[in-house]
Nanobody, 125 residues
Framework: QVQLVESGGGLVQAGDSLRLSCAAS????????MGWFRQAPGKEREFVAG????????DYADSVKGRFTISRDNAKNTMSLQMNSLKPEDTAVYYC??????????????????WGTGTLVTVST
């Protein structure tokens, strides 16, 4: 069982930056494809970014490309999401996701094996 704990959420203004982190309990963290999803009030959970086991492949939703950067540190069992130029429409609960089967995260929430509990990001105008 993989346990994921997010941190770093908060209230910021439009244009600000925020960095989210996800710590994993799994000793074989390097075998997990990792990613971030988010869910805004009244909306479906959606893919934000994904990173392969080695970190060599990253994927982003079109809405965050050029603003968000996903990274991972396999030695520390952590993954991060650097979010720049935040917009009010980025307001959501952000979830860390892990997949021990595939080498990279697929952008389909129903295919995700493990979820964190989420961290709230609120971007004000």
């Amino acid at each position: 069982q993989v346990q994921l704990v997010e941190s770093g959420g908060g209230l910021v203004q439009a244009g600000d930056s925020l960095r989210l982190s996800c710590a994993a309990s799994e000793r074989t963290f390097s075998y997990l494809a990792m990613g971030w999803f988010r869910q805004a009030p009244g909306k479906e959970r959606e893919f934000v970014a994904g990173i392969s086991r080695s970190g060599g492949r990253t994927d982003y939703a079109d809405s965050v490309k050029g603003r968000f950067t996903i990274s991972r540190d396999n030695a520390k069992n952590t993954m991060s999401l650097q979010m720049n130029s935040l917009k009010p429409e980025d307001t959501a609960v952000y979830y860390c996701a892990a997949d021990p089967i595939r080498s990279y995260i697929v952008a389909v929430p129903s295919e995700i094996n493990y979820w964190g509990t989420g961290t709230l990001v609120t971007v004000s105008t």
